[in-house]
């Protein structure tokens, strides 16, 4: 019989990680007013933003906050657009855009 070596930070289980939920967190004032920031943005476009369309004093601290972009749309309980999604939206802009 053969031994198998594991690497010790593998996962045995292929469930999902959770997410991290509003309720359940416990955010600094300066990441909590980012994220009002960033809800208001989505409120506005009526979407979640393309990240060209965060101010990139936002974008960086939403970074440096949530360690990536995609994780601070996740803490608002929203989906970061495709690939597919962001392509249709730069054509439906104008050529200055």
């Known amino acids: 019989m053969r031994k198998r070596n594991r690497n010790p930070f593998h996962r045995s289980s292929k469930k999902p990680v959770p997410v991290r ?3 359940q967190a ?12 960033l809800d208001a943005l989505c409120g506005r476009l009526g979407r979640t933003p393309m990240r060209e369309e ?27 657009l495709s690939a597919q999604e962001v392509r249709t939206l730069r054509h439906s802009f104008p050529s200055g855009h």
């Not at 416990?26 to 994220?35: D, E, G, I, K, V």
């Open 54 to 80: 965060l101010p990139p004093c936002l974008r960086m601290g939403l970074a440096a906050s949530f360690g990536t972009l995609r994780n601070a749309f996740f803490q608002l309980g929203r989906a970061p």
């Open 21 to 23: 939920r509003p309720e």
């Open 26 to 37: 416990m955010y600094t004032p300066a990441q909590r007013a980012q994220l009002e920031a």
